[in-house]
């Protein structure tokens, strides 16, 4: 968001800075596209059409800065939404990954022994289903028994 500040900082500062040129730069010359600057009551004025076109000209540029700085002022809006949401999303990832953390999905077992008893069950021809029940496995652990059990054989 400071970056974002700092940009429109730049920006505006950059406008003035341009707008100052133009004038300072129409007073030393003392002629615009070949009519006569009138000095009236100590600034300059241009005289005729041109006028006309100059104020046109600084009304456009100004109509492109306020666009400009609108545009910008809805991506920091935007950002600003953005940055929110995300760190919304994050709070509830962290309680998330808080909570997996905290939860063990295999409760502690001596595994070796479970496994086995396993083998014994299924070389006694029991199903894979039975073998999952009684010792609590995962089914993928119990099919895996078995394609070793029957690659070992």
């Known amino acids: 968001m400071d970056n974002w500040v700092f940009i429109l900082f730049v920006v505006d500062v950059a406008f003035m800075v341009g707008i100052l040129f133009m004038l300072l730069s129409y ?12 000095m009236a009551g100590g600034a300059p004025a241009l ?10 000209k600084l009304k456009e540029e100004l109509s492109a800065a306020e666009s400009i700085t609108k545009r910008l002022d809805k991506k920091r809006h935007d ?29 502690p077992r001596n595994w070796n022994d479970d496994y086995e008893h396993a083998v014994s069950m299924l070389d006694a021809g029991a199903s894979v289903d039975e073998v999952v029940e009684k010792f609590g496995l995962l089914s993928g652990e119990a099919e895996l028994i078995t394609s070793l059990n029957n690659l070992k054989n």
């Open 79 to 107: 950002l600003e939404e953005l940055e929110a949401s995300l760190q919304t999303n994050k709070k509830a990832m962290d309680r998330v990954i808080n909570r997996a953390s905290a939860e063990t999905r295999v409760p």
């Open 47 to 56: 005289t005729g059409e041109h006028h006309i076109e100059m104020m046109d």
């Open 27 to 38: 007073r030393k010359s003392n002629k615009v596209a070949g009519t006569e600057l009138a």
